[in-house]
């Protein structure tokens, strides 16, 4: 059994709260999901209700519900904390599927303070499937309903990760909003340049392979999504300035001007601190990221070398630097 008789998944015919109705009722849970538009060609699937203002019948489920998880946009969570909490029994658990977390805390600390509360953070697609992937987990009050709950997460494959409130948002602003940034000015950049892409993908080395294939994974989902994962994490602004501040120090490192063969910063031009190739500025940089990267290093390497296997069939020693 999931520990939870009744359940309610606001949002529920979305994709994350699709994945989270599907493992209760699975687990034997009634669960009933409540949207504000039923699925296309479904209008039997859902409760039709808004959880800001619920009406007499969704207010009925609410107070019945032993899980109540709301898996909706950050500004409609946050507006549905008091109303629903107001409806809950004792006892109840309060989840959320949120992918910023110092918001909600802040929501539950001034309308909710002695209701169990989890929020869940799936870090993946829920197209991909829970088993063997990471869902953060960020508990805002202890108690039976998290530890079920979290147990459901694990009996359906998943991993759950405990980070505070402020662990979670600085984590997923280098997980999801600098990765992201990441992989769309890489292709902002290669509009920049002129490039044919089919030219690029029949020559590429694996790193270029993965990064094609890392972009055309991030065209396929929605711009909303992505856009929303930068607007909300309030990190999110610090991380894309440190990947600027980044991207010009190496610019600084090995030429800030590429096309002109007698630049003063360039590391073949005369007198250049690194020499002819801008070895010596690298060897500094490259010694900084070892010591970041401290035992996952050696980890990393080896993920890669087997990612780099599935692209194309090269000996232990292939493709290394390229």
Aim: proline fraction near 8%.
């Amino acid at each position: 059994m999931s520990g939870f008789p009744r359940s309610v998944v606001v949002g529920g015919s979305g994709a994350v709260g699709g994945m989270f109705a599907g493992l209760l009722r699975e687990a034997g849970s009634r669960t009933l999901v409540v949207d504000l538009v039923p699925p296309p060609g479904r209008p039997d699937a859902c409760l039709v209700g808004d959880v800001t203002a619920p009406g007499p019948e969704l207010a009925a489920a609410l107070r019945d519900a032993d899980l109540v998880l709301l898996a909706v946009h950050e500004d409609v969570a946050l507006k549905a904390v008091a109303p629903v909490t107001r409806l809950m029994r004792p006892g109840a658990l309060l989840a959320d599927t949120l992918s910023v977390r110092t918001g909600m805390a802040a929501e539950l600390a001034a309308h909710a303070p002695g209701v169990q509360h989890v929020g869940l953070n799936p870090m993946f697609a829920p197209a991909a499937g829970m088993t063997g992937r990471p869902v953060a987990a960020v508990v805002t009050r202890d108690g039976p309903g998290v530890t079920a709950l979290l147990r459901l997460v694990e009996g359906g494959g998943g991993r759950p990760v405990r980070l505070t409130a402020e662990e979670h948002d600085r984590t997923t602003a280098a997980t999801q909003a600098l990765t992201h940034a990441v992989i769309l000015s890489f292709g902002l950049a290669l509009a920049r340049l002129g490039v044919d892409v089919r030219a690029l993908a029949a020559t590429a080395p694996p790193p270029h392979q993965v990064l094609l294939a890392l972009l055309a994974r991030v065209l396929g989902g929605s711009p909303e999504v992505y856009g929303d994962i930068q607007r909300s994490n309030p990190r999110a602004a610090s991380a894309r300035r440190a990947l600027a501040e980044a991207l010009r120090s190496f610019a600084a490192l090995v030429g800030d001007d590429p096309d002109r063969v007698d630049a003063p910063g360039r590391a073949d031009a005369p007198g250049h601190p690194g020499g002819c190739d801008g070895a010596g500025n690298l060897d500094g940089v490259f010694g900084e990221l070892r010591r970041l990267m401290g035992p996952e290093l050696a980890a990393g390497q080896d993920h890669c070398q087997e990612l780099f296997r599935t692209l194309h069939r090269t000996d232990d020693e292939g493709e290394k630097d390229r």
